[in-house]
């Protein structure tokens, strides 16, 4: 029988009890949001290397698709600060052909992942982990926004890692240009200080549009020329985005594979984070499989327009909550104000001067360092702090593939040492408490015959523990019993690797003349026992439901093996085993 697709877009839930009012509310926030919108979206695409152009587009065509199809009401999508490195490093090795094809492929990849309801377990990453390379971004981000924030004169290539980018900067540092800096610097204040004004106004816009203002009059009354404008480095600007051809041959797809499964996880796990702190204020919650289709299919449609990857974005989805969005319609209504932005007001945009997109993203650097985190972090367990270190480094000093990669193996390690050290292994001889570990308040003592063992495994018996079982099992033998019984009441799965472990627990006990009993094992473990042939091996009538039933078999058999064996320690004429060993 085939699950059905598991797909269900917030938009679709929305119009059973919408009316005017929670229209006007999202018309607001909608609106509000667009505007915030606007200089992020410019920003993140001029540091990506791709023209403010293709940041609108994005924001429009990614906006309206995550608001449309997404599992979280009042997500609002684009691009964001966390693919800048990532997109600037694929357009330098593959340019946007190589870029449109790995954003595509990852909206692939997304879109399967929801598919396969992956959604619950990309939100289980580690929290160090998230931290870490959100970290490392920032810094990354921070450091490419030097030259245009000091106006600095470089007449060398940039190198692509952050020491190299550094020896550049400091060896060209006397090339600073004061007006720009200052520009700069002016810039940084006014977002500082807007929100000590009014938190209603963006701070970003704010300062884009009154320094944009200070630096035209500066330069058609005073003639002071040296601030680089968006109009210098990009030329005159037109509502239209370059659309470059999604070339999915073989030999493209497996080049660009690891920069899309990058672009997917990352966007995963942004979409995902973002829709969890949205659900904390607005009390809703995310159906995470159809966000990441959602996703999925933003990624897959934006590069078709010319855009780059998207993803949910905390700031502009926490605006929308604050400014009274509950639906997703208020995401849909800030792609519509951004498209009558691109379609109007493209000629103003050229004025708006480099040195003040700098601030803004070094403005979003610091707001997504979160120093604080980290900060508070130190205080928590060695291996924590370790793992943050680790991504936050491999981040900084390499490059987000291998972060990403090697933040996902981290995420793989913790978990299973977290399990491992809760599945435990206990060992009991002569009575045993049926009830024992439970709520129950009746005790039913079970009295063990001589020669009868049990071991209880208390937690999944998958390959880590179930190694851990059998060196339990190998250093608790004083002397070899005649029967073990294996209590599995608290096991809820078992992997191939506690299968084949079982099975060569069993194998050796038999040659050692020791019998196997299984008891407490759930429907869905004795299915499994069953598929690997355990049931064959030790017989199907030593896998019990409940200990009392496994110990009522342990015992006979023990009984029978003690009046089988002769005092000697030799096998009596019916054939049975001998427990000396040879």
């Not at 667009?34 to 990614?62: D, H, K, M, Q, Y």
Request: proline share 4%; charged share 15%; with cysteine.
């Amino acid at each position: 029988m085939h699950a059905k697709l598991h797909f269900h877009p917030a938009l679709a839930a929305v119009w059973k009890d919408y009316d005017l009012k929670k229209f006007r509310q999202d018309l607001i926030a909608g609106t509000v949001v667009g505007i915030v919108a606007l200089p992020l979206a410019i920003a993140f695409a001029i540091a990506s290397g791709v023209s403010p152009v293709t940041g609108l587009v994005t924001a429009i065509v990614g906006g309206f698709m995550v608001s449309a199809f997404g599992g979280n009401s009042v997500q609002i999508g684009g691009p964001t600060g966390a693919f800048i490195v990532i997109i600037y490093n694929i357009i330098q090795l593959y340019g946007l052909t190589g870029l449109a094809v790995a954003t595509f492929m990852a909206g692939c990849i997304l879109l399967l992942m929801g598919a396969f309801r992956l959604g619950t377990v990309i939100k289980f990453i580690p929290y160090p982990i998230v931290v870490g390379f959100t970290a490392g971004i920032a810094v990354t981000i921070f450091s490419t926004q030097m030259p245009d924030f000091f106006g600095l004169t470089i007449d060398e290539k940039v190198p692509g890692d952050f020491i190299g980018k550094w020896g550049v900067y400091l060896r060209h540092f006397s090339s600073i240009d004061l007006t720009t800096a200052a520009v700069g610097l002016v810039s940084m204040l006014v977002i500082i200080l807007t929100p000590r004004i009014s938190r209603k106004i963006p701070g970003a816009l704010t300062a884009i549009v009154l320094v944009s203002a200070a630096v035209w009059i500066m330069r058609e009354f005073f003639g002071i020329t040296g601030v680089t404008t968006i109009g210098d480095r990009f030329g005159v600007l037109t509502a239209e985005a370059t659309r470059p051809t999604i070339d999915l041959s073989f030999e493209t797809v497996n080049l660009l594979l690891p920069s899309a499964f990058t672009i997917a996880m990352l966007g995963a796990i942004e979409s995902l984070l973002s829709a969890t702190v949205a659900d904390g204020r607005t009390g809703d919650r995310t159906d995470c499989d159809t966000e990441l289709m959602g996703q999925g299919l933003a990624n897959m449609v934006v590069p078709i327009f010319g855009g780059i990857p998207v993803t949910g974005a905390i700031a502009r989805t926490m605006t929308n909550i604050t400014n009274g969005g509950r639906t997703p319609v208020a995401g849909i209504i800030h792609a519509v104000v951004l498209t009558l932005v691109l379609l109007v007001a493209m000629p103003l945009i050229s004025v708006v001067p480099m040195a003040c997109l700098a601030a803004v993203l070094i403005m979003v650097s610091y707001n997504m360092s979160g120093w604080r985190t980290v900060k508070g972090m130190m205080h928590n367990p060695k291996g924590d702090v370790w793992v943050l270190a680790v991504t936050f480094f491999l981040t900084v000093i390499f490059d987000l593939t291998i972060a990403i990669e090697m933040g996902l193996l981290l995420a793989v390690v913790v978990f299973l040492r977290r399990v491992m050290e809760n599945t435990t292994v206990r060992v009991y001889g002569e009575q045993l408490d049926a009830a024992a570990g439970t709520d129950m308040s009746r005790h039913e003592i079970l009295d063990l015959e001589q020669g009868v063992s049990v071991y209880e495994i208390d937690g999944p018996f998958f390959f880590g523990a179930a190694t851990k079982f059998d060196e339990v099992v190998r250093l608790s033998l004083q002397e070899s019993p005649l029967v073990r019984i294996i209590r599995m009441r608290k096991v809820p799965f078992i992997d191939s690797t506690g299968l084949h472990n079982l099975q060569l627990l069993i194998e050796a006990s038999h040659r050692e003349g020791i019998l196997i009993v299984l008891s407490g094992v759930r429907d869905n473990v004795r299915d499994a026992l069953h598929g690997a042939g355990i049931d064959r091996l030790i017989g199907d009538e030593h896998i019990c439901d409940h200990i009392s039933k496994a110990v009522v078999v342990a015992n006979a058999l023990a009984r029978e093996r003690r009046e089988a064996i002769s005092p000697s320690g030799h096998p009596s004429p019916d054939g049975e085993l001998s427990r000396t060993q040879p």
